[in-house]
């Protein structure tokens, strides 16, 4: 009887979230996330004359004077973190896509492929402030484990988004690339949700980085003020009809004593 009972209430719990359809949530400082206003992400980058940049964009490329090739790093901190107001409404295991929109600016050159990859687990530790080219940690002189500007040490392509601007520095201007996030890349995001792993980070960098000509993009970073629509937006798929994995195999069982019953 206990078991008949027990069954049928996990059946009818299942079966209320059943019609569920997949919902998307965007994440973007300034946005209301969880019932509070979002403001965690951080982003900076770099270049291979040994500077750190954080302010309103991120260059990824490379320019043919002394500055040299460009990278971004990026990550939505706090996702599902109370003590900063944020409850995303969905577990970790019920992510099924994401995707990370960025704007372009207009002062970027050429035309080039921008890449979308995961930063390896070991050089998570950069700070906005602290983080150069040289340096993963100016502040604790910590070298980065695959060499300056990160090395290698990052995983494969997830996706590559184009840049084409046959103007120069005059255009065009505030086109939203796409990179949809895949295999590691959805394993970063529900890092970021379920608290595992706050730090985990992407990489953006270009997939050729050097040349006679400069190419290089601008992206509007989550420090841009004018337009706060122009910052770095995640989008999250979450399907809250998805049930871990132990409680589907208790619902068949107990199914299954509920047939054999009868």
């Not at 989008?235 to 208790?250: N, V």
Request: aromatic share 10%; proline share 3%.
């Amino acid at each position: 009887m206990l078991r008949s009972m027990i069954c049928i209430v996990m059946l009818v719990m299942f079966a209320a979230t059943a019609g569920a359809a997949i919902q998307t949530l965007q994440v973007q400082n300034g946005l209301t996330v969880g019932g509070s206003t979002y403001s965690s992400t951080e982003s900076l980058w770099m270049r291979s004359d040994g500077s750190g940049i954080n302010n309103a964009m991120l260059r990824v490329g490379y320019q043919t004077d002394s500055t040299g090739i460009k990278r971004s790093l990026i990550r939505f901190n706090y996702l599902d973190d109370k003590y900063h107001g944020v409850d995303v409404g969905f577990a970790d295991y019920q992510i099924v896509g994401a995707r990370l929109i960025l704007t372009t600016d207009t002062a970027f050159e050429g035309t080039g492929y921008c890449e979308l990859r995961v930063l390896d687990s070991t050089d998570e530790g950069w700070t906005e402030m602290y983080t150069t080219w040289n340096l993963k940690r100016t502040d604790l002189s910590q070298s980065w484990v695959g060499g300056p500007g990160v090395g290698t040490n990052y995983g494969d392509v997830l996706d590559t988004v184009r840049w084409i601007n046959p103007g120069g520095n005059a255009g065009p201007t505030l086109t939203p690339l796409t990179f949809d996030i895949t295999g590691a890349g959805i394993d970063v995001i529900k890092n970021w949700v379920s608290g595992n792993d706050t730090s985990a980070s992407f990489i953006l960098k270009a997939d050729v980085e050097s040349g006679s000509t400069s190419n290089y993009v601008d992206f509007y970073s989550e420090a841009f003020n004018t337009t706060p629509g122009y910052r770095p937006m995640l989008e999250i798929d979450y399907d809250l009809t998805i049930i871990p994995e132990p409680a589907t195999m208790i619902i068949l069982c107990l199914g299954g004593l509920l047939i054999r019953r009868k």
